[in-house]
Nanobody, 127 residues
Framework: QVQLVESGGGLVQAGDSLRLSCAAS????????IGWFRQAPGKEREFVAA????????YYADSVKGRFTISRDNTKNLVYLQMNSLKFEDTAVYYC????????????????????WGQGTQVTVSS
């Protein structure tokens, strides 16, 4: 079992940067692919980025490609989401999630693929 806790959210201006962290408990953290999702008010939860168990593979949503970078440090049980050039439309609650299954674009983009979720961290970008 894995417990996930997000941090690093806040209020920033458009064009600023933030780095979110996802801290995981449990000795089996390296067995899980990790995804970041976000949910804005009145909208469905949407995929942002995902990274493989070893960190060698990543996927990004088109809306964040080139601006966001996902990375992980398995020695520290941490996953990061570096967010640059933030836009108003990036405003949302950001969640990290863990998945013990396979890693393909079709599987990582769907919230139902993930077994464990954090509580979320709010990111607000003012225009």
């Amino acid at each position: 079992q894995v417990q996930l806790v997000e941090s690093g959210g806040g209020l920033v201006q458009a064009g600023d940067s933030l780095r979110l962290s996802c801290a995981a408990s449990g000795r089996t953290f390296s067995m899980y692919n990790i995804g970041w999702f976000r949910q804005a008010p009145g909208k469905e939860r949407e995929f942002v980025a995902a990274i493989t168990r070893g960190g060698g593979g990543t996927y990004y949503a088109d809306s964040v490609k080139g601006r966001f970078t996902i990375s992980r440090d398995n020695t520290k049980n941490l996953v990061y989401l570096q967010m640059n050039s933030l836009k108003f439309e990036d405003t949302a609650v950001y969640y990290c999630a863990a998945d013990s299954g396979g890693f393909s674009y079709r599987t990582v983009v769907g919230p139902d693929s993930y077994e464990y979720w954090g509580q979320g961290t709010q990111v607000t970008v003012s225009s």
